[in-house]
């Protein structure tokens, strides 16, 4: 059976702080690792990794495949109170489904 | 642009009453189409898939069902809803070489 583990479940820290957040998969037919941000309402993508050790960035977040050790890392720096919600690690097959990890809540403090 | 569209966005309805959520997409063709559901403090659950029009795969057995009778839109329905049916439901699409999802704004279904 397909299994992605989230670590840590949760995470609190203050503004300014960066952030690692963790992402191991076992994933028959493996093609693709997603993360997506859950702000109470639908999840909004954030990067498709595919290939090992090219780091995608998007501003102050960044995230990197391992595909031999089966995980994956996204990175926030500098955290913003809005950066707080759910991420979502999610491990996609070469025919389209996803498994979901369970999720890491973020929360930020001013 | 593509955009996805669900409705309705919140929804309360009495145990045994039927259901009908419906997912549509613009702006793609032949996309594949999934609902998810995320009950409450819990991940998200692949309900059902969908490749083409008429063609439906179910991942979980329950007393759901999907159907698809255009090329982008997406049914979710329940001739009587459990308690258990309570939760957010999620439609997404992706189109068959990229695998990365999009999700619709969801529907916050409460059934008492």
């Known amino acids: 059976e397909d299994k992605v583990v989230q670590s840590p479940l949760s995470l609190v820290v203050h503004e300014g702080d960066t952030v690692t957040l963790n992402c191991s998969y076992e994933v028959t037919n493996f093609r693709s690792l997603l993360w997506y941000k859950q702000e109470k309402k639908a999840p909004t993508f954030l990067f498709m990794l595919t290939s090992s050790g090219i780091e995608k960035k998007s501003g102050r977040l960044s995230s990197i495949l391992d595909k031999k050790e089966l995980f994956s890392i996204l990175n926030i720096t500098a955290t913003q109170t809005g950066d707080s919600a759910v991420y979502l690690c999610l491990g996609g097959t070469s025919y389209g489904k996803l498994t979901f990890g369970q999720g890491t809540i973020l929360t930020v403090h001013p | 642009s593509q955009t996805i569209h669900q409705w309705p966005a919140t929804l309360v309805q009495p145990v045994g009453s039927p259901l009908s959520l419906e997912c549509t997409v613009e702006g793609t063709s032949n996309p594949n189409l999934y609902w998810y559901r995320q009950a409450a403090g819990r991940g998200l659950q692949l309900l059902f898939y969908s490749v083409g029009i008429g063609q439906i795969s179910s991942e979980v057995p329950q007393n759901l069902s999907a159907s698809r009778p255009q090329d982008r839109q997406f049914i979710l329905s329940s001739k009587k809803l459990l308690l258990s049916d309570s939760g957010f439901y999620l439609c997404?699409?992706?189109?068959?070489?990229?695998?990365?999802?999009?999700f619709g704004p969801g529907t916050r279904l409460t059934v008492t």
């Open positions: 997404a699409w992706d189109q068959r070489e990229a695998y990365e999802q999009y």
